[in-house]
Nanobody, 115 residues
Framework: QVQLVESGGGLVPAGGSLNLSCEAS????????IDWYREAPDQKREFVGR???????IYGSLVKGRFTISKDNAKNTMYLQMNSLKPEDTATYYC?????????WGQGTQVTVSS
């Protein structure tokens, strides 16, 4: 069983920045993977990004170059630094993890970017 709690969302003007956090209830190094997704109203949930155990980073094409993922294993926390935000980044951002072949989702945190 894994609980994921996101925080850090809010309202920000276009061009601004936010840093989201995802705290896991167990060591994130024990997870098969942990990553970020987002879901805008009336749109499908889409992959945002992931940082693998070997340090390689993978990002969705819409956020690459603007968003950065990092992890603090001591705090069981993953972060999403979002810069140069655009109105189209407005969405609920979810933390997602896989552990022992099961999938877990956080409750999400809302990010709203005003134009």
């Amino acid at each position: 069983q894994v609980q994921l709690v996101e925080s850090g969302g809010g309202l920000v003007p276009a061009g601004g920045s936010l840093n989201l956090s995802c705290e896991a209830s167990r060591s994130i190094s024990s997870l098969t993977k942990i990553d970020w997704y987002r879901e805008a109203p009336d749109q499908k949930r889409e992959f945002v990004g992931r940082i693998n155990d070997d340090g390689t980073e993978i990002y969705g094409s819409l956020v690459k170059g603007r968003f950065t993922i990092s992890k603090d294993n001591a705090k069981n926390t993953m972060y999403l630094q979002m810069n140069s935000l655009k109105p189209e980044d407005t969405a609920t951002y979810y933390c997602h993890a896989v552990f022992q072949y099961l999938t877990y989702w956080g409750q999400g945190t809302q990010v709203t970017v005003s134009s």
